[in-house]
């Protein structure tokens, strides 16, 4: 198995333009999410999804939206970046949404907004 | 309001010594407890887990964790550093009522000196 894989692995935009990063998982898991990764503040979520059809919002989801038209993949779109979406994105899946399962990173995207 | 500290932005330990990283939540209900571990320009890698029963749990690379309900922390520890456990490591919870939500600390970097 793969696991979580995410395309790419570096980006740089300039401020207003758009973009996607890619997200899939071949472990048939059910819940996918989106964190961002800054300096001296850990994780934060920004979407995540219960199942195909099925998508919600995080703790930061201005600016970023998603679909999860599959089980395998969990796009996150950039409407028109800013300089403060500069970060490091990662994506992560559960076996389902219940409680006690724990989550399964992909090695994440770097990204910068000029 | 679902939250995790981790007090130490850095922890430093010679190699052999016992390290402990540590950790303390605020959640609705019942928490359920998570560490991950994060090597240089890699993605989040799951040691452990609490989620009922016994307070001491061992994990991964030799690492367990106490949970201690009247304090609400879950610290990490190892009774013996090794150079090769340094790195950025992340404490994690749901809560009982909202668990399709992790909420991560802001990480603590492990530093094992020869």
């Known amino acids: 198995n793969a696991g979580v894989t995410q395309t790419p692995k570096f980006q740089v935009l300039k401020t207003g333009q758009s973009m996607t990063l890619q997200c899939a998982q071949d472990?048939?898991?059910?819940?996918m999410s989106w964190y961002r990764q800054d300096p001296g503040m850990g994780l934060r979520l920004i979407h995540y999804?219960?199942?195909?059809?099925?998508?919600d919002q995080g703790e930061v989801p201005n600016g970023y939206n998603v679909s999860r038209s599959t089980t395998e993949d969990f796009p996150l779109r950039l409407l028109s970046a800013a300089p403060s979406q500069t970060s490091v994105y990662f994506c992560?899946?559960?076996?389902?949404?219940?409680?006690?399962?724990?989550?399964?990173f992909g090695p994440g995207t770097r990204l910068t907004v000029l | 309001a679902q939250s995790v500290a981790q007090p130490e932005d850095q922890v430093n330990v010679a190699e052999g010594n016992p390290l402990t990283v540590k950790c303390t939540y605020s959640?609705?209900?019942?928490?359920?407890l998570f560490w991950y571990v994060q090597y240089p320009n890699r993605g989040l890698q799951f040691l452990l887990k609490?989620?009922?029963?016994?307070?001491l749990v061992k994990g991964s690379y030799g690492f367990e964790a106490e949970f201690n309900k009247s304090q609400t922390s879950f610290h990490l520890k190892k009774p013996s550093a090794l150079v090769s456990d340094s790195a950025l490591y992340f404490c994690?919870?749901?809560?009982?009522?909202?668990?399709?939500?992790?909420?991560f600390g802001s990480g603590t970097k492990l530093n094992v000196k020869p």
């Open positions: 992560a899946s559960s076996y389902g949404a219940s409680f006690y399962n724990e989550q399964f």
């Open positions: 472990m048939n898991h059910e819940y």
């Open positions: 999804s219960v199942g195909a059809g099925i998508t």
């Open positions: 959640v609705s209900g019942n928490p359920y």
């Open positions: 609490y989620i009922t029963g016994d307070n």
């Open positions: 994690a919870v749901r809560g009982e009522y909202n668990f399709n939500k992790f909420y």
